[in-house]
């Protein structure tokens, strides 16, 4: 007899539809699993037999032959054991084929028949969904299924409970959040930071822009205070970007709920290895890049990381996407971050430092310095010196504005692109050419200050792009010389490097 189960993989942020074929057949009792299964699916076939015989079905005394199709897609995970399980069900004839026929299920055995959840839910509910059937699941998966809305979702907690619902002894009901999930408000405010107007200047536009931006400076001197308050000044998520954020988390295996509707802000360590920033392994996941998709990601003493770490997310700054490419399969994740930069501008930390003399050599200077490529320093557009403040402004009682007041003129600011066509950092070269078409004054005051700086084409597209932020925070219709000073303003690394212009 054969039967067929639906149920979904797992594959990057798709969940392609498999389907579990199950014949039972005369001859030596056994269970053979084809269709490119790896490991822990193979391991499957004790998992569902203990579960059978332990939840007091019979587990068929036949040769059975499972097939996971399509064949050429590789499966992963213990998210195919009930399939399995109800698949052997139904080809033995302890329930019926009809009672399964608008379902789709995903979740992993116990030893006793108990329902365990697996990862990468809210990807496969979404699928589900737009598929028009039931999903069945492990309980502890219903919330995140429930977040694709158009769904009905049938949450069971053991096998026992699968089968009383299919055979209609006791019919579970649909689960439904009991209320929408509310945006949560990042806790760090941008009234905390003392001083600092330019920064602080820097960091707005770079939120209104979605620009990266870089802070060099001393130790102690903010910039790590700084770089945590941009998620706080940025719009909320929109509930299609929550959504594409929550599903990254869900393949990660992380808590989606835990910052629903806030940015994204990642701080991962100088030691992470390309694979941990970017994604990779031997199964491909997403890296933190992808974590930090439609929020910050933060890379705190930016020198220290190994140079191919650093020049492996070029690409992905300018795409927004990382490619991963194996021998035998392929994954692509979404990476539209912001990167936001600190590093000292030596490794004493002390050059340019009033408080303190810097102890480095000029060698050992300009080797910290280079460990940063000019590519890679091109694709960041906002290079600001954060300097050692003066005792009285560490102790004034006066606060600069708050982020919600700061966050309000990043929103209008964003509203004028988004009318545009997106934001000012994501701009083509033709799409740069009409939002910044410059007056003849303008474009050859540029020109002679883009040859005094030796600045690289993408860096004058950059600079650009800046000054049209900034005349959309004034809400100037064009870009005037006043943006365009602003914006150069904002290349200050050779000056605060010590390496002069």
């Known amino acids: 007899m054969l039967a067929i189960i639906p149920t979904r993989a797992s594959v990057g942020l798709a969940a392609p539809e498999v389907v579990v074929e199950v014949h039972l057949s005369n001859g030596l009792p056994g269970l053979a699993i084809v269709g490119l299964p790896e490991a822990a699916v193979k391991e499957s076939r004790e998992r569902v037999r203990s579960a059978l015989i332990n939840a007091g079905f019979e587990f068929p005394a036949k040769r059975i032959t499972l097939n996971l199709a399509p064949a050429d897609l590789p499966k992963e995970g213990g998210r195919f054991d009930l399939p399995i399980a109800l698949g052997i069900l139904v080809a033995s004839g302890q329930i019926p084929q009809e009672a399964v026929g608008n379902l789709e299920c995903v979740g992993e055995l116990a030893l006793d028949g108990q329902l365990r959840a697996v990862t990468g839910v809210l990807p496969a509910a979404l699928a ?8 069945l699941l492990p309980t502890a998966n219903a919330d995140e299924a429930a977040l694709a809305g158009d769904l009905e979702v049938l949450p069971v907690s053991s096998l026992l409970e699968v089968v009383a619902h ?38 707005e536009v770079a939120a209104a822009g979605g620009h990266n931006l870089l802070f060099a400076g001393p130790p102690g001197t903010g910039k790590t205070m700084l770089a945590s308050r941009l998620a706080s000044i940025l719009p909320p998520l929109t509930e299609s970007e929550s959504l594409e954020v929550a599903a990254i988390r869900s393949v990660c295996g992380l808590d989606i709920l835990e910052r629903w509707g806030q940015r994204p802000f990642r701080a991962p360590h100088h030691g992470a290895s390309p694979a941990a920033l970017v994604g990779g392994g031997s199964r491909p996941r997403p890296g933190e890049i992808s974590l930090a998709h439609q929020g910050v990601l933060f890379l705190d003493e930016l020198p220290e990381f190994d140079r191919k770490v650093l020049e492996a997310m070029r690409e992905p700054l300018e795409s927004g996407r990382v490619h991963i490419a ?12 912001q990167l936001v930069a600190a590093m000292n501008p030596c490794p004493c930390g002390h050059l340019g430092d009033p408080r303190q003399q810097c102890s480095c050599t000029p060698n050992q200077i300009q080797r910290y310095q280079a460990r940063l490529s000019g590519p890679l320093l ?11 403040l003066p005792a009285e402004q560490l102790t004034a009682k006066t606060q600069g504005e708050n982020s919600e007041t700061v966050r ?12 545009r066509g ?29 040859a005094r700086l030796n600045l690289s084409a993408r860096a004058y597209h950059r600079v650009l792009k800046v000054a049209r932020t900034i005349a959309d925070l004034n809400g100037e219709a064009k870009v005037e010389k006043g943006a365009l000073m602003e914006a150069i303003g904002y290349r200050q690394l050779d000056r605060m490097m010590g390496r002069g212009v």
């Open 378 to 388: 091109d694709r960041i557009d906002l290079q600001i010196e954060v300097p050692a």
């Open 166 to 203: 299919l055979t209609g002894e006791r019919r579970i009901t649909p689960h439904q959040l009991a209320e929408p999930p509310a945006a949560t408000v990042a806790a760090a405010d941008l009234c905390d930071v003392r001083g600092q107007h330019q920064a602080r200047r820097a960091l």
């Open 422 to 450: 997106g934001l000012n950092a994501h701009l083509s070269t033709s799409e740069l050419e009409s939002a910044c078409a410059l007056g003849d004054d303008e474009r050859a005051w540029l020109s002679g200050v883009l």
């Open 128 to 135: 589900v969904a737009d598929a028009g059937r039931q999903l």
């Open 326 to 337: 194996r021998a035998s399969h392929q994954r692509e994740y979404p990476a539209r971050f």
């Open 408 to 419: 309000a003129r990043v929103m209008a600011a964003r509203k004028i692109q988004y009318a």
